[in-house]
């Protein structure tokens, strides 16, 4: 690598953010890796891995600027041989503590990371009588949850990793005017959306919000995945999967709106999906992702049947208008753009929302997870900041051939028995996509 690395339009949208969530008083944009192995790793071992990364992978320690003249965000590589490995610190749960995996994990999900000081990384372990967790926290600014499986593989695996990676623009264009054709159409496709907008669970109850968030995980068995991805290959239309576990979340929370005086109207979702050639991995280090904006009214959010339907059309317009290309282009051309304007910007375009969730399905995890630093990895999970709005996000993957859910909420929107409640109807959703709405009868 050279000296700098310029974000891509995914990147510096990360990174503002980042900038967003502290300035609210939030940890910033970060995601975890959680990791659960039968016994707490050898921390010496784990630092050592860190450091000789750190020697190959000088992005672990840089530091973001703006280019004078051409306004691009950009990553500032340190100098040869004085790279700053990522830190490991360990956590016990003694008996006589009353800490929990569950309130050392909140704990973690909360610590700040010094991005403007170079710490994009940071390793966790919470060391149990009869287990362990291994956190991965890196800021979201400098990888995808795909690039952050790739880079925790090489870390806890035998085989060494490849002396460089590549950061590179998703999509390969014929220049700024065809760059701009393309953004307008993406400004167009908001503004047909956004009316009537959406309306977030954080805009109505941001009194209650607290300055923390939380993960709830949802496991599913070998036996109940099966199940779900035989109703997803049923309902789920030419999206399969992601559109069936999509349009799940959107009834249940179509629900849960109505059980919490949310008088939202439609229902917005940026859709994430991998823009990395098929088979790869490369590059680690960035947000290698394109977005389509798919939304449903809320007539459309009552049942399955209408839930699928509605995603399916869109998502087959959005491939035929090439909105992924739309996105792309528009996010590239407003990197110029200072943090501040560029998220007011952002929320304009939906009457100060910028959808009513986050959610993403990464897919099967990467296969040299199954085992890390020599063990067997029992459990892997998935946990990415949110912002305000919307204060939720759900994220979707498989491990081991076994579905896995993540819910994410900023601390204090939801009481306790509704988050309860939301958790389990989802899991019904998915079981039994047929079932009435926020488990009525």
Not at 7 to 27: I, K
Not at 102 to 118: F, S
Not at 156 to 178: M, N, Y
Not at 411 to 433: I, S
Request: with cysteine; glycine share 8%.
């Amino acid at each position: 690598m050279n000296g700098t690395v310029t974000m891509n339009g995914t990147d510096y949208m990360m990174s503002v953010f980042d900038r967003h969530l502290r300035g609210l008083g939030y940890s910033g944009n970060l995601s975890h890796l959680i990791l659960t192995v039968p016994l707490a790793p050898d921390t010496t071992a784990l630092c050592q891995k860190l450091s000789a990364a750190a020697e190959t992978f000088p992005m672990l320690s840089a530091r973001q600027r703006r280019g004078f003249f051409s306004l691009l965000p950009y990553w500032r590589l340190p100098a040869k041989g004085v790279s700053t490995p990522p830190s490991v610190q360990t956590l016990r749960i003694e008996p006589t503590s009353g800490a929990t995996f569950d309130t050392l994990r909140t704990r973690v999900l909360n610590e700040p990371l010094a991005v403007e000081q170079g710490e994009l990384v940071r390793f966790t372990v919470i060391a149990g009588a009869d287990r362990a967790d291994v956190i991965m926290t890196w800021a979201h600014a400098l990888m995808d949850a795909r690039g952050a499986e790739t880079f925790l593989a090489w870390i806890g695996g035998e085989s060494p990793a490849p002396e460089k990676t590549l950061t590179r623009r998703v999509f390969r264009r014929e220049g700024v005017w065809s760059d701009m054709r393309q953004a307008w159409k993406a400004l167009r496709w908001l503004d047909r959306i956004g009316t009537p907008p959406p309306l977030s669970l954080y805009t109505v109850r941001s009194a209650r919000a607290k300055p923390g968030q939380t993960a709830r995980i949802l496991s599913f068995s070998a036996a109940e995945t099966a199940q779900i991805r035989k109703h997803s290959a049923d309902l789920g239309g030419f999206l399969g999967e992601t559109n069936y576990y999509l349009a799940s979340t959107i009834v249940e929370l179509n629900a849960l709106g109505g059980r919490c005086g949310i008088p939202a109207e439609s229902f917005i979702v940026n859709l994430p999906s991998n823009a990395r050639d098929k088979g790869s991995n490369e590059p680690v280090f960035s947000n290698f992702s394109s977005f389509i904006t798919h939304y449903l009214r809320k007539e459309q959010a009552s049942d399955m049947a209408s839930a699928v339907q509605a995603l399916q059309h869109q998502a087959r317009e959005s491939l035929g208008l090439k909105l992924g290309v739309a996105f792309d282009c528009f996010g590239s051309l407003v990197r110029r753009v200072p943090p501040k304007p560029y998220w007011d910007r952002m929320k304009i375009a939906m009457n100060n929302e910028i959808g009513c969730m986050f959610f993403a399905n990464t897919g099967s995890a990467h296969p040299g997870l199954e085992r890390f630093l020599g063990q067997e990895v029992l459990a892997l999970h998935h946990a990415t900041s949110v912002t305000c709005p919307p204060g939720l996000g759900v994220f979707f993957h498989t491990f081991k051939s076994k579905l896995c859910c993540t819910l994410v909420l900023i601390e204090g929107l939801l009481d306790a028995d509704e988050e309860a409640a939301f958790a389990a109807n989802l899991r019904g959703r998915l079981l039994q996509p047929h079932a009435a709405a926020g488990g009525a009868p």
